[in-house]
């Protein structure tokens, strides 16, 4: 059989790619029988001592300090940074453009401002940053896990790219994504899969897998990512990173491709992912600083707020109540993450902060919603991309071989849309409504709130699982209402790492009263000694459009996590 | 032939909004022949003296101040309205709902309250405010302009109502609205066809023609309306009132009932109309200090901007830069319309600013998916609300009897879009898309304009015609794009009285080289001695949730008219 066109052209992509990578930065492979990877980029002999400092230096602010006063140059740390993020490349492929020439001519430029006016450019001095393979790069190719796309050159930079340069970062690579988007993985015909380097086994997530990989090896300090329903979110959790997902339209999704282009009921968003909340709120911070609404005619006009930072409407940050949802009643989380919600409970108690429980709200309902609206085309947008090239829309996650055993022939996301049809307009305003009115009602169900929390305020937030599992095989991540629940409601929400997976603390739980087929083969998925080691993280949800509140929340639940583990190691 | 059960439901709802009339409050009425009523509230003997003094305080915060000092009691206040809306009502049928004894009861209640505490219940304490007829007051019917809607009644209040409520405010009365929400004029086959009291054989517009008429009347000192396509600005136009057209969700719509409910393309938005930028400012601020997110989950959580109030963006209001689009080029404005563009030109340069032209950008494509979006489920929506009663979809809003001689048989509105259909959910993804690009294009020609305005910055606003006419007679209000296009960039705009059209300095313009078939039929409507007397207003467009400085910059513009108005006089 003829290798069908567009495979060729795949492979042609992919080793144009390949070529890219310096010969001088090409590392002593590790087998692939080697799941966990975290440690090559120390050993592997590439990175110099100095260049394992600046990119250990997880947290932002210092990174921006040194950048800021040139104790460290733009072109040292980019250089550093980059050839990490080629180890990572090498170990997770991670990645989809690679431009070294033009990454360091900009971090040239951005030293020679700081040399010659003693001022940085922006607050995001000299940091170089990867984006996802949607944020469009003038000049170069934006593929976004289409065969069919390849060759399609950016005339413009997106909103984005251009702030990022007003800040004075430098875009420094661009990272993977699964075909159409709407996958918890990453997986597509012209750059491939992208592993978790936890456990290569496992998947990082998606649809942003790549910039989780990549953050995760520590192949980039910032990575923005993009989230619809958990795509910021899962890979950040699936990989040990915070993340951001902010509201609607907060950040400038401007000039950025897209699936789906244009379906506006549930919007996509972007946001950072990072090893430090510091990288959280430099990066939030800046682009809100930049006034996006200048450029971007969508982006909410809504200052940084101080005062929300500082978190005025939350007692200030002391005595607050936060509420943990243990389960959404849809599918169970595994023990690992259950565990991880018990650490949080306990670093917040001894903070003197209140937990209680959080009542899910008409989960199905809202699950039935946003569902409907993802599949109100009935796929004609990803079939429309896909006959671009002739390419096959991809119908699993599961690799063609060494797939895990598991596989779940019906989600059940499928099961809650029922036959999917392309819906006419009014239609999908019938869902808009449907949608408003369940929004209401979770809105006034939080307020209620009030009642129960002692503070005399509604909870301040919501601690979650980012999904039932923490991380899973290629192939198995088939869940993503723990995510897709608040975009639905547009709450903004924070992705924090809280411990790791423990075969000896998380034991498997007996079967419990299955409430649906996804329910009891998540459950019967997890087995200790394979989870063992990966990371956990929760989400915190505030407000719909207080990304400020969130983030001065997401820094008391980290440093009361902090004091809780050195106090529990003690 | 027998009357349609239809027909005999809304005499009897008509009949039965008649019977609540207070015998004591029927005025003489003036002869139908009589056009221009507005002295009327005064020659007709039902109010007192100082009921004359409360109804004509145009200035709200002098209302608000006399209220919470005590100095008038809401009662009183209340009363006083209510009386002149009831007079109002008889002379241009604006009413829908009408609950005296329910108003006053109210009234008391914030009267005691003060009495009893010594402090106003909230910013708008004792404030008579009028809703149009789609903010649903519990336990109140709400018609909408539909038939088959008689005899819906709220469970629950609108959250407007609810925060009219917390600010201290007395909902008093509501206001017509015509059938479909989606004509600039008022007529429905419930409550009938409401007249404009400059000159009662012309619309006062709509959809929020009942408030219109009312404020106008000063029968209300704040009225809310709505908007879509200019369904706040053109009544406020052609009644000489101020309003205001906030951007999306910037004020709390929940709750409220809605044609095409659901089409999130290009939201309705609502806005107040009153008779001094006063009552534009004391609304707005109100509303948004009462955190209308608490209770909307759409409303956009962005706190009062003092610093966009004070135009800190704008030069802290000196020496600013004004563009005026003297016309759309799609339909050529009327004589009465340019002259007051002129009258503004005049006085903004006056008072130290300047004014250059506003060079108009993709109108027609603009035009185009704005009316697409509006047609996209083929009128559906509306069909389904008139088969419940099976009233006929009105086709026209000209009057059985005494119609105008104009008539449009095509409005260009209908031209742009072409034969409709009933678009599916992809074919709608692609007009937002179109949209976006168009808002993003239509942001970047703004910027541009930086290069010309002299201060550094872009223009500060636009201003522009509300329509290519002072009101016009029923049935002739064939043209919104004036309104519309703002709608669609979602730019936060302000209408504001100039003048009233003049026979003498208004002479009809040689024809022009005309664009389109309405843009001479508008051309060919003008008659000097039609039109002498009628208010004109023009529009102020700012940014995108840009409340805060549109409302500053209106405050600048309204004083340099009144400056500049005095100095021509003397």
Redesign the interface.
Known sequence: MNTPEWQIRCNQRKQQQLDLIPEEWRIALPPDSQRNVLDVPRTCGLLSARELEITDTVDVDMLLYKLRTAEWSSVEVTTAFYKRAIIAQQLTNCLTEIFIDRALARAKEVDEHLAKTGTPIGPLHGLPISVKDQFCIKGMETIMGYAGWIGRIAETDSVLVELLHECGAVPFVRTNVPQTLIWGETYNHVFGRTTNPYNRYMTPGGSSGGEGALVALRGSPIGVGTDIGGSVRIPAGFCGLYGLRPSYERLPY??AVNA??????VSSVLGPMTNSVAGVRAFTKAIIDAKP??????A????W?VSEYALEEHGGGDKMCFAIMWDNEIVKPHPPVRRAMEIVKGALEEAGHTVIDWEPHRHLEIYKNVESIFA??EG??YRTDCALSGEPLIQTMSPDTGAHAYALDAPFAKAVVGTPR????????????EK?AL??S???HW?ATAARTGTGRPVDAIISPVAPYAACPHGCNSDAFYTTLFNT??YACAVFPVTQADAALDRPDPPHDFRNGEDEAVCKLYDPELWHGMPVGLQLAG????EEGVIGMLEVVDAALQTYKESQSQ
Do not use: F, I
């Open positions: 401007c000039g789906q282009e244009g379906q506006e009921s609404w200048r450029r971007d005619p969508l909410v006009r809504k200052a707020s109100a085309d004609h947008d392309h819906l006419n307009a009014w239609e999908l305003w019938q869902l808009h409504r408003r929004r209401k979770h809105l006034d307020e409601l547009d407000r719909t459009q207080e």
